[in-house]
């Protein structure tokens, strides 16, 4: 009897998956957003899927698959675009999706299970005491929680609160090793980063506590400019304004918004450059008053003069930004592809006007204005005109040379993806709480090759990584 | 008859006091703050003070005032120190004490009358919905809310939210005119700028619409440090956490803490400079671990730890701030003044270290951590140990140089006190709400003489000023 043969057996009475269509399904993620990692993944799949309904059913799991050898890759809704949740050594998908409970509710507060769809959750603290999440992904009406937590580092939101790195922006998380014996460990303060953004490869997490904030009924407001650079400077000043409560701002240039936001195509010109802003309600006096005060700006559209039909028609504003942008992009030209870029304060309208100058429309602009370690500044998540990897990895050169580090999208390394060196905590807790590396194998180069060079410009091979 | 009797008579009904020491007591406010302002103003004193119940008796009063060519000074609860309620020509004080109702209460927003205290109004809008105000004085519970807003600049909140200048700190404000028929403006958006920190000489503000944010139950911390500039570059990188949720974050130097703050003595060394912050509840974990990270830093009292006995003996952490800290030291010793200082980002640190090592205990260190135009900063109020005006003057001129502007509380003119210019905004509008100049004369140099040189070093006379 194989060991998966075994481990079914031994896991009698869990939902369990094994029809190969449906396990192949839930074995992917947003990973197809890059062409590179799309021919890289395409093939990979689990050999079973379990979605446990209870943490005593995740430590059940966790015991089995350690005493058999198999790997376990942790997946929430499968929305990530790094590859986190492909199982890429196959195995067994943990899918949390049936652990999707709001546990409790206070001022300032939520806990959950890890699961839970992250509006589903806003939909229970709204109602309970008008409060809501701070941060969210576009995804915000299929991620879970916990995936954000695993692999995201920001969103809808980060204009007023930064990231999820932020202390602060995550409470505690219970989280489960993968030992002979599992344990269930309550983490917080410093302890948090060892386990956000692993990629579950060190620990499941399987409840959540975050802070929450005062939920609106956020104004979705589209700013039309003639010019790209009069958008960005624009913005740039808006998010420095204090007393104008914004949940998200987000310029594209032209003709990325009337080519790709298809619903909204109405309200703009192609060849216009838009901002994506969500305002609070109550601001929208103060906000149309700096607008006018900014000159070249025109209000497109506001979602609290548009009628009951037409709302009807279009998506919320978070939905034309962050990687729903891409996603939108990718709907109309799948072709494109797309990069992550941060440009550093104090010089990110500089840093902007340079890309887009020595890029033109083969990297047209879209920025993120977030709060960044206390200042106001942008991350980049560009489209990309896709032509080959050797030009893609020429556009992320000359990025990084120019002062704008670059988390590349088409890697599923956690390295590679992020700042290119090993997280040592993240480490050492790997080493603690699984021991056997067993957890989404692959993703941490520094567990696979401890030698290895970052600093290299080669592409990280996971030896581990089924074949195609 | 005089035209004061005239009036009482034509005002038959409303609510009138000429007991002349009663008058003499509400023609006051903390004006005795300042050395300087407590020689030059403490005759001053008003012929009667009316105490209107709705806008149509304000309406009545200043109808008739106008006939009558009676000064008309507007007044809260006379909790400003910079004059700004005393009524230099004499006249009519106008107490909107008894205006002071809560209208409205929605998600964000708040509409009260312009006398409501403000800490009474947070008591309603937390219980209809657990929000309150963004920003306050630290006399919240004596200060009126239009008050501040005609005399404030900021406060506990602008650690977040920045200064009332901000847009969106204010939403709309009612405001009387003093005409032959007095006309009822409701101003919004960038109108509102003609009439907030003008101290009542353009219009007399009878209601007011502001943001709410939610509220929570704010955990008071001191924390001490051997080295004051430690305490201030800790403040400064707590104040980047974009995640720790803050209300108020203050440095002040040794010996002061231990000297001024007498409830809470028995917490800190004499040669303890402290920090003193609200922390939101949820945080505290984030701001354990973050103050643990910073060394140097040791958390000498936490409401959240202490026991009721003990917290009903301690005055709240926002009654050690802003010009509580002066109040505080004036109690102690009647002989200091003070002074108000913005240190500019991004050198507030190394301005700060300047200013501390030109003047070391004679004027001792006082900061207030801000939102200034979207970036960290701080306002100084230091204490200064009051020698002469001359050396005060000289004080001030060393800072002026040295990069760091001084809003003057020696003063009783708007100017003097502020940007040392004309607010042309301002000045329009009194043109048209104030034609006769008789709301709070004296105060707004640029009515009085439109040809004062504001470059020269000289202080500004009125010669309305009731004699001594």
Same mark, same amino acid.
């Given at each position: 009897?194989?060991?998966?043969?075994?481990?079914?057996?031994?896991?009698?009475?869990?939902?369990?998956?094994?029809?190969?269509?449906?396990?192949?399904?839930?074995?992917?993620?947003?990973?197809?957003?890059?062409?590179?990692?799309?021919?890289?993944?395409?093939?990979?799949? #689990?050999?079973?899927?379990?979605?446990?309904?209870?943490?005593?059913?995740?430590?059940?799991?966790?015991?089995?698959? %350690?005493?058999?050898?198999?790997?376990?890759?942790?997946?929430?809704?499968?929305?990530?675009? *790094?590859? /986190?949740?492909?199982?890429?050594?196959?195995?067994?998908?943990?899918?949390?999706?049936?652990?999707?409970?709001?546990?409790?509710?206070?001022?300032?507060?939520?806990?959950?299970?890890?699961?839970?769809?992250?509006?589903?959750?806003?939909?229970?603290?709204?109602?309970?005491?008008?409060?809501?999440?701070?941060?969210?992904?576009?995804? %915000?009406?299929?991620?879970?929680?916990?995936?954000?937590?695993?692999?995201?580092?920001?969103?809808?939101?980060?204009?007023?609160?930064?990231?999820?790195?932020?202390?602060?922006?995550?409470?505690?998380?219970?989280?489960?090793?993968?030992?002979?014996?599992?344990?269930?460990?309550?983490?917080?303060?410093?302890?948090?980063?060892?386990?956000?953004?692993?990629?579950?490869?060190?620990?499941?997490?399987?409840?959540?506590?975050?802070?929450?904030?005062?939920? *609106?009924?956020?104004?979705?407001?589209?700013?039309?400019?003639?010019?790209?650079?009069?958008?960005?400077?624009? #913005?740039?000043?808006?998010?420095?304004?204090?007393?104008?409560?914004?949940? /998200?701002?987000?310029?594209?240039?032209?003709?990325?918004?009337?080519?790709?936001?298809?619903?909204?195509?109405?309200?703009?010109?192609?060849?216009?450059?838009?901002?994506?802003?969500?305002?609070?309600?109550?601001?929208?006096?103060?906000? #149309?008053?700096?607008?006018?005060? /900014?000159?070249?700006?025109?209000?497109?559209?506001?979602?609290?003069?548009?009628?009951?039909?037409?709302?009807?028609?279009?998506?919320?504003?978070?939905?034309?930004?962050?990687?729903?942008?891409?996603?939108?992009?990718l709907r109309v030209d799948p072709t494109i592809t797309y990069l992550q870029v941060l440009y550093p304060y104090p010089d990110q309208v500089e840093k902007v006007r340079r890309m887009t100058e020595l890029f033109g429309d083969e990297v047209p602009g879209h920025l993120e204005f977030v709060r960044f370690d206390g200042k106001i500044t942008c991350f980049g998540l560009?489209?990309?005109?896709?032509?080959?990897? #050797?030009?893609?990895?020429?556009?992320?050169?000359?990025?990084?040379?120019?002062?704008?580090?670059?988390?590349?999208?088409?890697? *599923?390394?956690?390295?590679?993806?992020?700042?290119?060196?090993?997280?040592?905590?993240?480490?050492?807790?790997?080493?603690?709480?699984?021991?056997?590396?067993?957890?989404?194998?692959?993703?941490?180069?520094?567990?696979?090759?401890?030698? *290895?060079?970052?600093?290299s410009s080669k592409v990280f091979l996971f030896s581990g990584l089924t074949p195609a």
């Amino acid at each position: 009897m194989s060991a998966i043969e075994t481990l079914k057996s031994e896991l009698a009475g869990l939902a369990l998956e094994d029809n190969p269509q449906i396990v192949r399904q839930k074995s992917r993620d947003f990973f197809w957003y890059s062409p590179v990692l799309k021919q890289q993944l395409d093939h990979v799949t #689990a050999d079973l899927v379990v979605t446990p309904r209870t943490e005593a059913e995740v430590i059940r799991v966790l015991r089995a698959c %350690y005493a058999l050898d198999i790997p376990v890759t942790t997946r929430g809704a499968g929305t990530g675009n *790094y590859g /986190q949740a492909m199982p890429l050594s196959g195995g067994v998908i943990l899918n949390l999706a049936d652990m999707n409970r709001v546990l409790s509710i206070r001022p300032g507060v939520v806990v959950a299970e890890a699961g839970a769809i992250i509006s589903k959750i806003d939909e229970e603290t709204r109602a309970h005491s008008g409060q809501e999440l701070r941060l969210h992904p576009s995804t %915000y009406r299929t991620a879970t929680i916990g995936g954000f937590i695993a692999g995201g580092s920001g969103g809808v939101g980060s204009i007023s609160w930064g990231g999820l790195r932020d202390l602060g922006n995550v409470l505690s998380l219970k989280v489960v090793t993968m030992e002979a014996e599992p344990r269930v460990l309550h983490l917080k303060g410093a302890d948090l980063s060892r386990v956000m953004h692993a990629y579950g490869t060190n620990g499941v997490i399987t409840e959540v506590e975050m802070p929450l904030t005062a939920a *609106y009924d956020w104004v979705d407001v589209l700013v039309g400019f003639d010019d790209f650079m009069d958008s960005v400077v624009y #913005a740039d000043a808006l998010a420095n304004q204090d007393g104008i409560l914004l949940k /998200q701002l987000a310029p594209v240039v032209a003709p990325l918004p009337h080519d790709y936001f298809l619903r909204h195509q109405k309200y703009i010109r192609r060849d216009q450059s838009v901002v994506v802003i969500m305002v609070a309600p109550f601001a929208m006096d103060a906000f #149309a008053t700096f607008t006018a005060s /900014q000159g070249r700006a025109s209000i497109l559209y506001r979602s609290d003069q548009a009628d009951e039909a037409t709302l009807k028609t279009l998506p919320p504003a978070y939905e034309l930004a962050w990687n729903h942008t891409t996603l939108r992009g990718l709907r109309v030209d799948p072709t494109i592809t797309y990069l992550q870029v941060l440009y550093p304060y104090p010089d990110q309208v500089e840093k902007v006007r340079r890309m887009t100058e020595l890029f033109g429309d083969e990297v047209p602009g879209h920025l993120e204005f977030v709060r960044f370690d206390g200042k106001i500044t942008c991350f980049g998540l560009p489209v990309v005109r896709y032509t080959t990897e #050797a030009r893609l990895d020429e556009i992320i050169r000359l990025h990084e040379e120019a002062g704008c580090p670059i988390f590349n999208p088409h890697r *599923y390394t956690l390295e590679e993806g992020g700042m290119k060196q090993t997280d040592a905590l993240q480490l050492a807790f790997k080493r603690e709480a699984d021991p056997k590396g067993l957890l989404n194998p692959g993703k941490m180069i520094a567990w696979e090759d401890p030698d *290895y060079d970052f600093s290299s410009s080669k592409v990280f091979l996971f030896s581990g990584l089924t074949p195609a």
